[in-house]
């Protein structure tokens, strides 16, 4: 069976950091990138950042770059995403999710239709 558990979500003051964790199980980790979403209330969900457990390319959008960072540890089979200066905008509900499509593009990965796998949420508020 194959599971993502995201975890690391909370409360936090505007310009504070948090480290996002999702575990995966069941499926091999260099065939299946992650990327990280996020919903806010009342928008559309977005993509965040994409990893490749295979090569180690990396995606981040826009609104993120420069503050957040996504990383992987092969041994514990796990993604991370770093994030820090956050900003009241960066409150949502954050999620990651796996494909099997090791090919996508930087603006190829924002699409939810690619994805295989998506974990359960995590949280996040970042207060002013």
């Known amino acids: 069976e194959v599971q993502l558990q995201a975890s690391g979500g909370g409360l936090v003051q505007a310009g504070g950091s948090l480290r996002l964790s999702c575990v995966v199980s069941g499926l091999t980790f260099d065939d299946y990138p992650i990327a990280w979403f996020r919903q806010a209330p009342g928008k559309e969900r977005e993509g965040v950042s994409y990893?490749?457990?295979?090569?180690?390319?990396?995606y981040y959008a826009d609104s993120v770059k420069g503050r957040f960072t996504t990383s992987s540890d092969y041994a514990k089979k796990t993604v991370y995403l770093q994030m820090n200066s956050l900003k009241p905008e960066d409150t949502a509900v954050y999620s990651c999710?796996?494909?099997?499509?090791?090919?996508?593009?930087?603006?190829?990965?924002?699409?939810?239709?690619?994805?295989?796998?998506w974990g359960q949420g995590t949280e996040v508020t970042v207060s002013s």
């Open positions: 990893i490749s457990n295979r090569d180690g390319t990396t």
């Open positions: 999710a796996a494909t099997s499509k090791t090919y996508l593009t930087g603006t190829g990965y924002r699409y939810l239709r690619e994805y295989d796998y």
